[in-house]
């Protein structure tokens, strides 16, 4: 089972915008902009290791999510992974 | 090189060297109101590909510090034009110190409007009739954000002008000095005008940014507020050096969209783009 947390808080500068939040990250130099669940995600992700079925139960109480998709949850750890800003632990 | 001139636009300062006479002499006679730089940040080279070219055919290249590999050469009667592409290409590619934003601006009470959009969206005719009406011009091609302060650094280069809008300018500013007219460029019919003194003489007088317009001509009269996070991905799309400048442009940039109100103004002629301009400006006090 994977093991999911986001890059160290040092490395990422988060700054919600409007509907929209910007991620620079700075081990890459690239800027995200991201839409909603992903800074809820790196939020539930900071400081701590979490499964993918935990971070959906997390993300689920933290935001009364009424349907989680778990596959749309584990299509977005990949990309988030793939660009660095969670690590697969 | 065989000719030479320096010249400094805002806080950057120019050399420009030539393989013929012509274009620095020109470049002298546009520019003569503006100060020389003590040691320029960039060059700009303007050579022939081979000796006899110089005479034969003339065509200019443009060098310098930066350089786009594989960029056209020019005739020498556009030798003017191969000044300004070389000078703005050092701009493009080389400049460090600020978050340069192709946008024109204008400022009023220390406030700077900023504009930007496509090339024909008419950021340089709008902010040259602006100079017309009693607005400072800050620049028709680049303003330059300081990541330290926020605030909008002008770079009031000549104002290039192109095709339809040539003979608007030459009517709000009857009284304009004039470069040649620079026909079959790649964009077209080309002449610039000298901004005009008050622009040059503050041109080291930075204004705090207030509101950023994405105007876009030829489409009937429209309006919408731009949000924030669309100003920001315009913006890193309209700015040449946002990723060079890395964590202190993602600062400048976000601090800016955050700051200042954003609207996208859709127009179907000049007096109606002038008219929701100064509404607009005047709704933020």
């Known amino acids: ?17 409007d509907s929209l939040t910007l991620i620079y990250h700075r081990t890459s130099g690239i800027t995200h902009v991201v839409d909603s669940p992903v800074p809820e995600l790196i939020a539930a992700l900071d400081n701590q290791t979490l499964t993918l079925d935990e971070a959906l139960a997390a993300l689920a109480a933290a935001h009364d999510l009424i349907d989680p998709d778990r ?19 | 090189m065989r000719h030479s ?9 120019f050399r420009v060297g030539s393989d013929w006479r012509a274009p620095v002499a020109t470049l002298n006679e546009l520019y003569r109101d503006y100060p020389q730089p003590d040691i320029p940040d960039f060059n700009v080279r303007l050579f022939a590909a081979r000796p006899w070219r110089r005479w034969v055919r003339p065509s200019v290249h443009i060098a310098g510090d930066f350089v786009l590999p594989e960029s056209a050469p020019l005739p020498l009667a556009q030798g003017l034009l191969a000044a300004e592409m070389g000078m703005n290409l050092q701009m493009a590619l080389g400049q460090r110190r600020y978050l340069l934003l192709h946008a024109s601006g204008v400022e009023r009470d220390g406030k700077a409007l900023l504009m930007t959009g496509e090339s024909g969206a008419g950021k340089s005719t709008l902010a040259a009739l602006l100079m017309t009406r009693g607005w400072r011009l800050l620049g028709d091609e680049f303003v330059l954000i300081d990541p330290a302060t926020g605030m909008a650094h002008g770079f009031p280069r000549l104002i290039s002008l192109k095709n339809e809008a040539i003979a608007v ?46 105007p876009n001509f030829g489409f009937d009269a429209a309006e919408r507020t731009v949000p924030a996070s ?16 890395a964590e202190p442009g993602f600062d400048a940039l976000a601090t800016l969209v955050r700051s200042i109100p954003a609207r996208a103004i859709d127009y179907p002629d000049t007096t109606s783009a002038l008219a929701s301009v100064e509404r607009l400006w005047d709704a933020l006090a």
């Open chain 2, 230 to 245: 669309e100003c920001f991905v315009r913006l890193t799309q309209a700015s040449t050096n946002y990723v060079a400048l």
């Open chain 1, 1 to 17: 089972m994977h093991r999911y947390r986001a890059a160290p808080a040092a490395t990422l500068r988060i700054e919600p915008l």
């Open chain 2, 169 to 214: 300018m030459a009517r709000a500013a009857p009284e304009g000095r004039w470069g040649p007219m620079l026909t079959d460029t790649p964009k077209g019919t080309i002449r610039h005008l000298v901004p005009d003194a008050r622009a040059i003489a503050a041109m080291d007088r930075p204004a705090r940014p207030a509101l950023l317009l994405f």
């Open chain 2, 5 to 13: 001139t320096m010249l400094r636009i805002g806080p950057v300062g």
């Open chain 1, 71 to 89: 596959a749309a949850l584990a299509a977005r750890l990949g990309e988030l992974t793939q660009a660095g800003l969670v690590e697969q632990v």
